[in-house]
């Protein structure tokens, strides 16, 4: 997981897969499959048990807490030790040859249903009056995941986590929070 995560899909080789996972190529195949067998596995495995950040503020009982609570993971999340800088679903295979599109598919539903849930819990702010009837909730779904995505980016440029934090609040106050 880690592999396909700081190299992504097309990035990591049979070679670092055996090198990582102290198998040999046939063992792997025989095991898993093929590598996009193995991509979906890790993938999987990173939405179960890295990527529940997001999970956790869908858990907020208000809309401003639940917001609040998705910049701070988020941040928390991308700048925590021992793995890539950046979310594996964006640098896992967004830009991939026609060789690598199941890859680039994947990584595409993924982040789809991560919309889908912030979506769903945008609708319920708006069923409870917390947010305006005048907002688009998929255009605000979108406008949300973007600013995800870009402190993702910006981790992975290297910026800091006082920096990103300062980012996601000043994000945070332009939402109207």
């Known amino acids: 997981m880690l592999l396909f995560w700081e190299r992504g899909y097309e990035g990591t080789s049979m070679?670092?897969?055996?090198?990582?996972?102290?198998?040999?190529p046939s063992s792997i195949y025989a095991a898993f499959g093929d590598k996009h067998a193995l991509?979906?596995?890790a993938a999987k495995r990173y939405m179960e048990k890295r990527a529940i950040y997001a999970a956790k503020a869908l858990e907020e009982p208000?809309?401003?807490?639940f917001i609040r609570a998705l910049f701070s993971?988020?941040?928390?999340?991308?700048?925590?030790?021992?793995?890539?800088?950046?979310?594996?679903t964006l640098a896992g295979a967004v830009g991939c040859s026609l060789d690598a599109?199941?890859?680039?598919?994947?990584?595409t539903a993924i982040r789809k249903q991560n919309e889908l849930a912030l979506r769903k819990r945008l609708l319920k702010a708006r069923k409870s009056?917390?947010?305006?009837?005048?907002?688009n909730v998929a255009d605000y779904t979108r406008y949300l995941?973007?600013?995800?995505?870009?402190?993702?980016?910006?981790?992975?440029?290297?910026?800091?986590?006082?920096?990103?934090?300062?980012?996601?609040?000043?994000?945070?106050r332009h939402l109207g929070h």
């Open 101 to 107: 599109t199941p890859a680039r598919d994947l990584m």
């Open 145 to 172: 995941s973007s600013i995800l995505a870009g402190l993702s980016i910006q981790a992975a440029n290297g910026s800091t986590k006082a920096e990103l934090k300062r980012t996601a609040k000043l994000a945070f």
């Open 129 to 135: 009056g917390e947010l305006s009837k005048d907002i």
């Open 62 to 65: 208000t809309l401003e807490k």
């Open 39 to 41: 991509f979906q596995l």
């Open 73 to 88: 993971n988020t941040v928390a999340f991308l700048t925590r030790p021992g793995h890539p800088p950046t979310c594996m």
């Open 15 to 24: 070679a670092h897969l055996t090198q990582a996972m102290g198998l040999n």
